[in-house]
């Protein structure tokens, strides 16, 4: 899996991105934050580093017409398959490192899966606690690390063992703050009340792993290094890697556990 905060990806990768990561992945994910966060008819929320919005979508249907829903990504490819997708949301452009919005504009600020790109991690933080009203929710979704994730484990094993270095920091950073003690942290560095960080054992749900291997690969820029030959190498080592994920009704359904991490902005 892979984000939009620290690259631009092409149209093709964001169309992949929406195609295969969003019903394998992140739909699962969206209505657990969205609930978690509390999100209410006629609130204000923003959902930072929306990639192709699934989250903002969620929170759109929660909000309703008497609210207000902005969708802010750095990538403008991830935007253009947004709009597409949905066109009563306002997708905006934008750095979390610095939101283009006034202090306390938002009764709930939402991330999903992005802040492990973010190079400044506490200051994105501080920016979400910035835009969120004083007594206003913000919620973070990461994967669990690495250690935590079998399946995951596995395949960046296997992928790194084909493609090299570049591979495992494409892959690697994608489960980079999952640790419980790390989050706390940087709530307190960021002034944010932490209210709860809960675990999901989630499932990723693929057809197979061909379509896991396809999904992770053309929807991120490991498309850039993976030749034919190297691919074929990662699609059949994953299969034989990853054959105890299959279930009864033959589908791939390996298991992906979260942290969903619940705030509010403190008093310094």
């Known amino acids: 899996m892979t984000g939009g905060e620290t690259f631009q990806i092409s149209l093709e990768a964001a169309e992949a991105y ?11 994910w969206a209505p657990l934050l969205v ?22 979508r969620v929170a759109a249907d929660r909000a309703s017409s008497a609210g207000r829903v902005v969708g802010l990504d750095l990538n403008e490819a991830m935007l253009t398959v947004a709009r597409r ?33 973010f190079p400044d991690k506490v200051g994105a933080m501080r920016e979400l606690r910035r835009v969120c009203r ?16 079998p399946a995951y484990r596995a395949f960046v094993e296997v992928a790194s063992a ?14 980079s703050c999952g640790r419980i003690d790390d989050l706390t942290e940087w709530c307190a560095a960021a002034d944010l009340e932490l209210v709860d960080i809960q675990t999901h054992d989630g499932t990723a749900r693929f057809g197979s792993s061909d ?12 498309a850039e290094l993976v030749d034919a030959v190297s691919y074929e190498q990662i699609r059949l080592r994953t299969e034989r890697a990853l054959s105890g994920f299959v279930n009864a009704d ?3 359904e390996p298991p992906l556990v979260g942290r969903i991490l619940i705030a509010r902005p403190g008093h310094p």
């Open 85 to 117: 997708v949905r066109t009563d949301i306002e997708w905006r452009q934008g750095d979390v490192a610095n939101l283009p919005f006034s202090d306390r504009s938002f009764d709930v600020v939402l991330c999903q899966m992005a802040l492990m790109f």
């Open 250 to 252: 033959g589908r791939f």
């Open 35 to 56: 609930g978690a966060a509390g999100v209410r008819p006629g609130q204000m929320v923003l959902d930072v580093a929306c990639g192709t919005g699934i989250v903002a």
């Open 18 to 28: 929406e195609a295969g990561f969003v019903p394998a992945l992140f739909a699962e």
């Open 211 to 222: 379509e896991l291997v396809a999904t992770e690969v053309n929807g991120s820029p490991l």
């Open 134 to 149: 004083d007594r206003g929710t913000i919620g973070i979704v990461v994967p669990a690390e690495l250690e935590a994730q």
């Open 162 to 175: 084909e493609v090299g270095p570049q591979a495992r920091a494409l892959l690697g950073s994608y489960w």
